[in-house]
Nanobody, 123 residues
Framework: QVQLVESGGGLVQAGGSLRLSCAAS????????MGWFRQSPGKEREFVAT????????YYADSVKGRFTISKDNAKNTVYLQMNSLKPEDTAIYYC????????????????WGQGTQVTVSS
């Protein structure tokens, strides 16, 4: 059973930075995409970024491009989301998720999810 555990959320002022981590276990991830999504109150869960475990191809939502960077450490089975120049509108619960097969930014296509970590950006 795949398990994902996020960490690194917190409260930060606008313009600040945070790094989220997602530790994965219970599977071999060579053919997986590992992604980050976020959800704020009253809104649907939205795609943030994803990375292909083999090869490292990365994809970003337009709203975070140039500010966020997704990366991975294969030895630690961990994916990171470096978030810079944070804005109040980045405030949300951030979730890590994995899927097998082709790239997708739809949360419906991701099979396993972590419990989420809260990110709050104050103005």
């Amino acid at each position: 059973q795949v398990q994902l555990v996020e960490s690194g959320g917190g409260l930060v002022q606008a313009g600040g930075s945070l790094r989220l981590s997602c530790a994965a276990s219970g599977g071999t991830f060579s053919s997986y995409y590992m992604g980050w999504f976020r959800q704020s109150p009253g809104k649907e869960r939205e795609f943030v970024a994803t990375i292909r475990w083999t090869g490292g191809n990365t994809y970003y939502a337009d709203s975070v491009k140039g500010r966020f960077t997704i990366s991975k450490d294969n030895a630690k089975n961990t994916v990171y989301l470096q978030m810079n120049s944070l804005k109040p509108e980045d405030t949300a619960i951030y979730y890590c998720a994995v899927k097998r097969g082709a790239y997708s930014k739809s949360p419906d296509h991701y099979e396993y999810w972590g419990q989420g970590t809260q990110v709050t950006v104050s103005s």
